[in-house]
């Protein structure tokens, strides 16, 4: 599975649910449940592979870094076009 769009965002009730901490509570927090919830599973029964889950969490936690970039990268240069302006 290649994550290509971040998944729908969690509510608070579903964040709380799914024991999601602070710091993993981003875009990519559905991913993050879901990976949490299999390794939960995987404890219970060690037949339950979390490799797909993991992945596609860590590959949505890429994409949003690339997309901070790019949202850094726009606003530097809009304050420099701002600046060159006046």
């Known amino acids: ?6 998944p729908p965002l969690l509510s608070e009730e579903d964040l ?6 602070l710091r993993w509570r ?10 949490h919830t ?5 404890t219970a029964n060690s037949s339950v ?4 889950d993991k992945h596609a969490w860590e590959e949505c936690q890429n994409l ?10 726009e606003a530097k240069e809009k304050r420099r076009a ?4 006046s």
Not at 16 to 21: D, G, I, L, N, W
């Open 16 to 21: 709380q649910k799914y024991k999601v901490p």
């Open 26 to 35: 981003d875009r990519c927090a559905a991913y993050f449940a879901l990976y």
């Open 64 to 73: 949003d870094f690339i997309r901070r970039q790019k949202e850094l990268k």
């Open 49 to 52: 592979d979390c490799k797909h």
């Open 38 to 42: 299999c390794l939960i599973r995987q």
């Open 82 to 85: 701002e600046l060159n302006e």
């Open 1 to 6: 599975m290649s994550v290509t769009e971040f």
